[in-house]
């Protein structure tokens, strides 16, 4: 279990429903607004990748962005995606706000 400026990633298991077998699954976040399933998604040496936060199980439950332009995103759960998929987990460079809020 990492804690990341207080959202927690506790889960092994998805939340939900996911149907891209080209997604490697990160790990779930905690939030305030409920869960959100984090993902890495290759989408090949062309594409690069992607990454995905998944908040529901219906097909459009979910946010994604290319995994270069994540950085300068307002999308915490995508920049703790990266943060998971890159496996570099220290807490200073996050600065957590709610994205919706
Ligand atoms: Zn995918």
């Known amino acids: 279990m990492h804690n990341i400026g207080g959202m927690n990633t506790a889960a092994n298991t998805p939340a939900f429903t996911h149907d891209c ?19 890495r998604c290759d ?12 908040f529901g199980d219906e097909g459009p439950d979910y ?16 920049r703790v995606a990266k943060a998971l998929a890159l ?9 957590l706000r709610n994205p919706r809020g």
């Open 43 to 54: 989408g090949g040496p062309t594409v690069g990748a992607s990454l995905i936060a998944r």
């Open 87 to 95: 496996d570099s987990l220290r807490p200073s460079p996050l600065r």
């Open 21 to 39: 077998d080209d997604c490697r699954y990160l790990g779930t976040l905690a939030t305030p607004e409920g869960r959100t399933d984090l993902y």
């Open 63 to 78: 946010s994604s962005m290319p995994e270069s332009m994540v950085d300068d995103s307002a999308r915490v759960e995508l």
